[in-house]
């Protein structure tokens, strides 16, 4: 005899199949009643995120009991249509009022309603109604509750904010940005800095502290439209901003040393606003062990801060080619190995260090020089580090090399040494000066770096025109930069990802895989070939794949999925009772 199972029998598979894809939210939700985990949740899964996986699996499991219920009651012979009402009302009740989450998140952390948020924000974003498919800027705030609504009002302009703080690839650089344009003041060189770097040409503040700041200074920020009402929110567009992607002839900057010593490197650039547009720093190793001469000679300018040279001999020597043959070399021994050493191999311009301090005031005297000229050194910020003096790396006047010399000295000893060498300069600091400018913010230590920049690389000699390139965005996942002259390379100012790939076809369609380096705050940048056989018009195409990771993971998500459709319908369906 064949008969189809009832009752609870039935639903019991796909009962247990959705109760145990239920279940886990339904306990991360409610966890924080019973005491555990006290102040711990998954990171991307917050418990008041949770109700959108319970609203696909808990519903059918709610569904199939609540059927289980009403056939009880059926069998009962209670056949009320009142007493079925009113259980399906008390589910509903207990669903929507109990207090499943503590702490709820709501638009009450902003102390602001949704439509007073949208009286107040509508009129000052105004002037965005006419760029809402322009994805070459960002809209820059710095309020959670905002950027969730600006993506529903215009969703095709870029902005900083997130609408998922998980999301945030590297939150230290989206930090040092909100922090430094919405909550410090009069620190225009770092904002216009950030603002560069993170292609901002529209600004909200809706605090008059903040506001007061841009309003201040006219001559780099435009006042947009103001609403008068809660929340006084106004926009401000930024006269320089440049765009996200954009092909550049600026110096590329490879720093080799520590996570640490390019953080100090980027950031100090920051003080004296020596932005993309100038500079390009890219992320580099702490040691060369894995470059070549051919690696090296993409990039205009190498620094060494905080570097580790795992086969010393091998470092300086490939440095001597690189210079040699027209390489620009910065070596601040400040932050090093080399802090004191006996001796230290060409092409650094002294051949002997010594970690020493001169006290807690500095006893310049300087020469005249490309670098040292225009920069007032009074105004540099005392040599003290936690209470004490100031570390450096000094040498001695007998031990710089015949083709340098010294351009500035502390009670006698050189500070900085500079030569040319070959078709190359070299530059040697030993103020460890990137962090000693982070110390203080100083905006003439900065420029004193900079300056240093441009003279390594030669970029004071000649000047930097326009690009002729135009950029389409098909899709969020892929960018093709059409470039119609030649240039060093592209600047894709978005977080640097390992599933980014980038290649170059040709006017013969031939296609070139390109390296993305990770550039300023790990953005990405790609180098153009130098092959003369290489002639524009060129595309240089970005595109988001997928990665096998990832593959497998979905794989394994589908196979779940599978599994537990299969176990909830059971197979066979039909079973034979004997």
Same mark, same amino acid.
Not at 49 to 59: C, D, R
């Given at each position: 005899?064949?008969?189809?199972?009832?009752?609870?029998?039935?639903?019991?598979?796909?009962?247990?199949?959705?109760?145990?894809?239920?279940?886990?939210?339904?306990?991360?939700?409610?966890?924080?009643?019973?005491?555990?985990?006290?102040?711990?949740?998954?990171?991307?899964?917050?418990?008041?995120?949770?109700?959108?996986?319970?609203?696909?699996?808990?519903?059918?499991?709610?569904?199939?009991?609540?059927?289980?219920?009403?056939?009880?009651?059926?069998?009962?012979?209670?056949?009320?249509?009142?007493?079925?009402?009113?259980?399906?009302?008390?589910v509903?009740?207990?669903?929507?009022q109990?207090?499943?989450?503590?702490?709820?998140?709501?638009?009450?952390?902003?102390?602001?309603?949704?439509?007073?948020? &949208?009286?107040?924000?509508? +009129?000052?974003?105004?002037?965005?109604?006419?760029?809402?498919?322009?994805?070459?800027?960002?809209?820059g705030?710095?309020?959670?509750?905002?950027?969730?609504?600006?993506?529903y009002?215009?969703?095709?302009?870029?902005?900083?904010?997130?609408?998922?703080?998980?999301?945030?690839?590297?939150?230290?650089?989206?930090?040092?940005?909100?922090?430094?344009?919405?909550?410090?003041?009069?620190?225009?060189?770092?904002?216009?800095?950030?603002?560069?770097?993170?292609?901002?040409?529209?600004?909200?503040?809706?605090?008059?502290?903040s506001?007061?700041?841009?309003?201040?200074?006219?001559?780099?920020?435009?006042?947009?439209?103001?609403?008068?009402?809660?929340?006084?929110?106004?926009?401000?567009?930024?006269?320089?901003?440049?765009?996200? !992607?954009?092909?550049s002839?600026?110096?590329?900057?490879?720093?080799?040393?520590?996570d640490?010593?390019?953080? &100090?490197?980027?950031?100090?650039?920051?003080?004296?606003?020596?932005?993309?547009?100038?500079?390009?720093?890219?992320?580099?190793?702490?040691?060369?062990?894995?470059?070549?001469?051919?690696?090296?000679?993409?990039?205009?300018?190498?620094?060494?801060?905080?570097?580790?040279?795992? &086969?010393?001999?091998?470092?300086w020597?490939?440095?001597?080619?690189?210079?040699?043959?027209?390489?620009?070399?910065?070596?601040?021994?400040?932050?090093?190995?080399?802090?004191?050493?006996?001796?230290?191999?060409?092409?650094c311009?002294?051949?002997?260090?010594?970690?020493?301090?001169?006290?807690?005031?500095?006893?310049?005297?300087?020469?005249? *020089? +490309?670098?040292?000229?225009?920069?007032?050194?009074?105004a540099?910020?005392?040599?003290?580090?936690?209470?004490?003096?100031?570390?450096?790396?000094?040498?001695?006047?007998?031990?710089?090399?015949?083709?340098?010399?010294?351009?500035?000295?502390?009670?006698?000893?050189?500070?900085?040494?500079?030569?040319?060498?070959?078709?190359?300069?070299?530059?040697?600091?030993?103020?460890?000066?990137?962090?000693?400018?982070?110390?203080?913010?100083?905006?003439?230590?900065?420029?004193?770096?900079?300056?240093?920049?441009?003279?390594?690389s030669?970029? *004071?000699?000649?000047?930097?025109?326009?690009?002729?390139?135009?950029?389409?965005r098909?899709?969020?996942?892929?960018?093709?930069?059409?470039?119609?002259?030649?240039?060093?390379?592209?600047?894709?100012?978005?977080?640097?990802?390992?599933?980014?790939?980038?290649?170059?076809?040709d006017?013969?369609?031939?296609?070139? &895989?390109?390296?993305?380096?990770?550039?300023?705050?790990?953005?990405?940048?790609?180098?153009?070939?130098?092959?003369?056989?290489?002639?524009?018009?060129?595309? !240089?195409?970005?595109?988001?794949?997928?990665?096998?990771?990832?593959?497998?993971?979905?794989?394994?998500?589908?196979?779940?999925?599978?599994?537990?459709?299969?176990?909830?319908?059971?197979?066979?369906?039909?079973?034979? !009772?004997?």
């Amino acid at each position: 005899t064949i008969r189809r199972p009832c009752g609870i029998n039935m639903f019991k598979r796909p009962l247990i199949a959705f109760g145990a894809c239920a279940f886990p939210f339904l306990f991360l939700t409610i966890a924080g009643y019973i005491g555990w985990p006290s102040n711990w949740y998954v990171n991307g899964l917050c418990p008041w995120e949770t109700f959108h996986f319970l609203a696909i699996f808990s519903v059918i499991a709610c569904c199939i009991l609540l059927h289980i219920a009403l056939d009880w009651i059926r069998i009962r012979r209670f056949k009320s249509v009142v007493l079925k009402i009113i259980l399906c009302c008390v589910v509903i009740i207990a669903l929507v009022q109990s207090p499943f989450i503590s702490d709820q998140m709501s638009l009450a952390f902003l102390n602001w309603h949704p439509r007073d948020i &949208d009286a107040t924000l509508k +009129p000052a974003l105004a002037l965005l109604e006419s760029y809402n498919s322009q994805y070459e800027y960002r809209f820059g705030d710095n309020i959670a509750g905002v950027a969730a609504l600006f993506n529903y009002w215009y969703y095709a302009v870029p902005q900083t904010k997130d609408y998922y703080a998980q999301g945030v690839l590297i939150p230290d650089w989206r930090y040092w940005l909100e922090k430094a344009v919405w909550e410090r003041g009069n620190n225009y060189e770092e904002t216009n800095f950030l603002l560069d770097w993170f292609a901002v040409k529209w600004i909200l503040t809706c605090d008059s502290y903040s506001r007061e700041k841009f309003l201040n200074k006219p001559e780099y920020y435009l006042l947009g439209p103001v609403e008068k009402g809660r929340g006084g929110c106004c926009v401000f567009i930024y006269k320089y901003s440049s765009p996200i !992607i954009v092909a550049s002839n600026a110096t590329v900057l490879l720093v080799v040393g520590s996570d640490i010593g390019y953080s &100090d490197v980027f950031r100090a650039l920051a003080y004296s606003n020596f932005n993309s547009s100038c500079c390009i720093p890219i992320r580099g190793d702490e040691s060369l062990t894995n470059y070549r001469l051919e690696d090296l000679k993409k990039f205009d300018v190498i620094i060494l801060y905080g570097y580790r040279p795992r &086969d010393r001999n091998r470092m300086w020597s490939l440095l001597r080619q690189y210079v040699t043959q027209g390489g620009g070399l910065i070596i601040d021994t400040g932050y090093s190995p080399d802090s004191t050493s006996s001796f230290i191999p060409s092409p650094c311009p002294v051949e002997k260090t010594e970690g020493t301090a001169f006290g807690m005031v500095w006893n310049f005297s300087y020469v005249s *020089s +490309p670098i040292t000229n225009g920069i007032d050194f009074s105004a540099f910020s005392p040599p003290i580090y936690n209470g004490g003096p100031w570390g450096v790396s000094a040498s001695y006047n007998m031990s710089v090399r015949p083709w340098a010399r010294a351009i500035l000295w502390d009670s006698g000893r050189p500070l900085i040494v500079i030569g040319e060498l070959g078709r190359g300069r070299v530059i040697w600091c030993g103020l460890n000066l990137p962090y000693h400018i982070l110390s203080y913010h100083n905006y003439w230590e900065s420029l004193l770096l900079a300056k240093m920049i441009q003279w390594v690389s030669g970029e *004071s000699e000649h000047k930097r025109g326009a690009i002729d390139f135009t950029v389409t965005r098909p899709n969020p996942e892929c960018v093709i930069v059409t470039l119609n002259e030649r240039a060093k390379g592209v600047l894709f100012k978005e977080c640097y990802f390992r599933n980014w790939r980038a290649y170059l076809v040709d006017t013969k369609g031939r296609r070139i &895989d390109l390296t993305i380096y990770r550039a300023g705050p790990d953005f990405m940048y790609v180098h153009m070939p130098s092959n003369s056989e290489i002639t524009p018009p060129l595309r !240089i195409v970005f595109e988001y794949d997928w990665a096998w990771d990832e593959i497998f993971g979905y794989a394994i998500s589908a196979t779940t999925f599978v599994a537990l459709m299969v176990y909830a319908i059971g197979l066979p369906i039909h079973k034979q !009772i004997k």
